[in-house]
Each structure stands twice: as C-alpha cells, then as structure tokens.
C-alpha cells in the first residue's frame, strides 16, 4: 500500500512541479522610477489618442466643412446668366441697325426672401456643428486618458499581486515536498493526512497563482485594446 502512494506521489509531484513555473510571458519589467513610469504613462496616452473613435469625430468634423461649403453656395443659386444664341451673336452685326434682339446677354439676380434667411441658418448650423464635434473630440479624448491610466493601473497592481503570489507558492511546495520526502523515507511519525493537508495547502495557493494569471493577462489584453500595440513593443521603445 505504501509502495502505490509512493508512486502516486511521485506523479503528483512531477505534475504539479511542472504547473508552479512561473509565465515569464506576462511578467515585463515595469519601470521603478517615477521619471519613467510618468514618461510611459505619457506614451500610453498618445498612443491611446490613435484609437478610431477619435479619427471617427475627425472625419465627422470634415464633412461639417462640407456641408458649410454646401450651404455657402446657396448664395450663388441666386444669380443668373442668359444670351441669345443667333446669326448676330454668332458672327457679328455689322451694319445691320436692327436692335429688336437686343441685349445679346441678359444677367441678374433673383432674391427669394426666404434664402436671406435659410442660408446663413443653414451655415452656422454647419459651423455649429464642427464645434460639437471638436468638443465630443475633447471628451473622448479625456475619457480615453483616464481609461488608459485604468487600465494600466490594473495591470501593474495585478502584475505586483502575481510576483507576490509566487513565494508563497514556492513556499507551500517546499513545505510540500518536505513532508512528501519523510513520508517516502518511512518517518513513521508522518501520518498521510499530514501529507493531504500539505498538499491541499499547495493546491490552494496553486488556485490562487493560476487566478491572478488569468487577472494579469487579462489586464494587459484591456490596456493593449487601447493604445493599440502590445506592451512589449511600448516598453522596447521607451
């Protein structure tokens, strides 16, 4: 019987041994300082400033501009222009005195009341507009600074509560395999149960290391969404 949980141990120890290694893939090395860290914060923000609901407002405020030329040509509407096309207007009159097709070119401007109302509506309605979208523009743009600095703050608190997580855990495992080492030596004064509380302490910090791994991963996928580029790339080029 001793001689099956001795095996049974050894295949538990071997999987959870392999499972405690840390993902160095999600531990980057934030800066320490406080110049860095508000010279990478500032970066963030920049890059956040590409996000396309901020290029979306942009190009709105573009099609205000022509909507403001549109409605600026309203006034041109107004003027009109008309000739009559004949033999005189083609080739000249010579000597002719006949004036009945005269004048050769009429020009003028009809004024309909109601345009020296509409139109100059219609363009502060155009101009107003643009300022609408500049002032959304400026909102966005400080909703995405306070959501990058979230973000990043969640990453970085989740980041520090991993690194924390991983001595205790290393801790349980040695503490672990203490036990597991006199109970497969013949120390008569290890009882298993002495080894099922080691060993569900270790699973339990176990747990604990696999849900703050999940956090940090999941932190830094909601900051990345942000400012568009992973961190890595940010951090290489700080």
Known sequence: ???????????????????????????LRLPADLPTVSRLKEKLVELAMNNPQIKALDIKKEITKYDE??????????????GNL????????????????YPRYNFGIMVPLGNLISIPNEVKAAKANGRVFDQQKEGEKLALKAAVLRAYEDYSANKQLYELQLPLLEDSYNHYKQVEQK??????????EGLNDAYRIYNAEMVRKVNLE??????????????????EEVLLHL
């Open 183 to 192: 109970f497969s030596g013949g120390d008569q004064g290890t009882a298993v």
């Open 214 to 231: 999940r956090e940090v991963r999941q932190s830094k996928i909601a900051l990345e969404a942000i400012i568009g580029t992973s961190l």
């Open 86 to 101: 004949n033999e005189f207007t083609i080739k000249g009159s010579g000597t002719s005195n006949n004036n009945t097709l």
């Open 69 to 82: 030329n549109r409605a600026k040509a309203g006034w041109l509407n107004m003027l009109t222009a008309a």
């Open 1 to 27: 019987m001793k001689r099956v949980l001795f095996f049974l141990l050894a295949a538990i120890t071997g999987t959870v041994a392999q499972a405690q290694k840390a993902d160095t893939s999600i531990i």
